[in-house]
Nanobody, 127 residues
């Protein structure tokens, strides 16, 4: 079992930045691929970014590429999502997820693959 707790969400103006954190506890954090997903009001949850076990490989949705950066600190059992140049359309609940998938990034964009989820943190970007 892995427990995930997100933090760092809030209200920010368009063009601003936020840094989300996801602290993990339970089994060995470095054994898991980590992902960030987002769910906007009235929409389905969708993939934003993912990172390999070592942190050496990352994957981004086209909508956030160049603006968001995913990183992890395995010594601190934490994954981060640095969000820059935020847009009103980035407004969503952001969830971190973990999975021990065998191959990265082949299935890392697929929500159903991830076994463990946090409770989410709200990000609101005002225009």
């Amino acid at each position: 079992q892995v427990q995930l707790v997100e933090s760092g969400g809030g209200l920010v103006q368009a063009g601003g930045s936020l840094r989300l954190s996801c602290a993990a506890s339970g089994r060995t954090f470095s054994g898991y691929v980590m992902g960030w997903f987002c769910q906007a009001p009235g929409k389905e949850r969708e993939f934003a970014a993912a990172i390999s076990r070592s942190g050496g490989s990352t994957l981004y949705a086209d909508s956030v590429k160049g603006r968001f950066t995913i990183s992890r600190d395995n010594a601190k059992n934490t994954v981060y999502l640095q969000m820059n140049s935020l847009k009103p359309e980035d407004t969503a609940v952001y969830y971190c997820a973990a999975d021990d998938m065998a191959i990265f990034p082949m299935r890392a964009t697929i929500e159903q693959v991830y076994d463990y989820w946090g409770q989410g943190t709200q990000v609101t970007v005002s225009s």
